[in-house]
């Protein structure tokens, strides 16, 4: 297979094959926590592809240039991992504040919490586990991303559309979002054995 | 002993790196913020524990600071916490007569 056609198989099981939230389970906490609001879900959606693109390619360098030249990898890596995710958000975070003080106050917590959003992490570990090498990893983590993003915009569309409708009490807020994302969830299983 | 000594100065190095990255662009990208919230914001705990209704504590500081909390917003502090917010507000308002 060309190396072309590996990078696009790559982007489409990233995106949509294993999609990161909806059959991964990852970084479902901005997932519930934000998507009751349009806006601030397509801010934290650049915000965490911004982080996960730059923090894939940093690490990937930290990883081959120097954790495994120096047999340094297997437990450094969180810390230093989670060094350069961290410090990408408190750039974020200051830009956000200084450009939007708006999307900053409607995304709270969940601006600063990016940093251990396991979403992040979770790409520089499949990178690494993957063995990719360097535009492999920025495929990945843009796939992932974007994945992110896609499921974010869908949940918000949706719960958009439930704050009209009518619902027993008891499905009201939170229960109802992870009862729809489980559905969505189901839908993209449809996708698996799409790539193999 | 060499892996201990690489270890740190990895991490160190990058430390110090992306730290002086972040106080540079915390420096070029400021935010004038009113300095009654941030009297305020000094005397608080600092747990971010949200237990005041806000989600931390910084909006809580401008929340009292604008008039929308009141002065013993912060339950964990109590009243320590509410009277040395009291004293800073009064504080700012007496400066604020003399200039």
Not at chain 1, 60 to 65: C, K, R, T
């Amino acid at each position: 297979m060309s190396y072309l056609a590996n990078l696009a198989k790559i982007f489409v099981a990233s995106a949509f094959v294993n999609n990161i939230v909806l059959l991964q389970f990852l970084g479902l906490c901005s997932y519930i926590g934000l998507t009751d609001n349009m806006d601030a879900s397509i801010g934290m959606g650049y915000a965490v592809t911004f982080v996960t693109v730059v923090a894939a390619a940093v690490t990937w360098i930290i990883d081959h240039w120097i954790l495994i030249p120096y047999h340094l990898q297997p437990f450094l890596q969180i810390v230093s991992f989670i060094l350069v995710i961290g410090s990408l958000v408190g750039l974020v975070e200051i830009y956000i504040k200084k450009m939007s003080p708006n999307l900053y106050k409607s995304m709270g917590i969940y601006l600063p919490l990016i940093a251990t959003n396991c979403l992040i992490l979770g790409v520089t570990f499949i990178n690494s586990m993957h063995n990719f090498d360097f535009v492999e990893s920025i495929v990945e983590a843009t796939g992932s991303a974007l994945g992110y993003f896609m499921a974010m915009l869908i949940l918000a569309g949706i719960r958009e559309r439930l704050r009209n409708s009518e619902l027993p009490d008891f499905f009201k807020g939170k229960a109802i979002a992870f009862m729809v994302s489980g559905i969505v969830a189901l839908a993209f299983m449809g996708f698996q054995g799409m790539i193999k | 002993m060499k892996t201990f000594v690489i270890s740190i100065l990895t991490v160190g190095g990058f430390g110090a790196l992306f730290g002086a990255l972040l106080g540079y662009f915390a420096e070029k990208y400021k935010v004038e913020e009113n300095p009654l919230a941030k009297a305020i914001y000094d005397v608080l705990p600092h747990g971010e524990c949200g237990a005041c209704g806000f989600p931390g504590c910084h909006p809580c500081a401008e929340a009292i600071a604008e008039g929308r909390a009141p002065v013993d917003a912060c339950v964990v502090g109590g009243a320590a916490t509410a009277a040395k917010v009291k004293k800073v507000i009064e504080e700012f308002k007496k400066e604020k007569v003399k200039s």
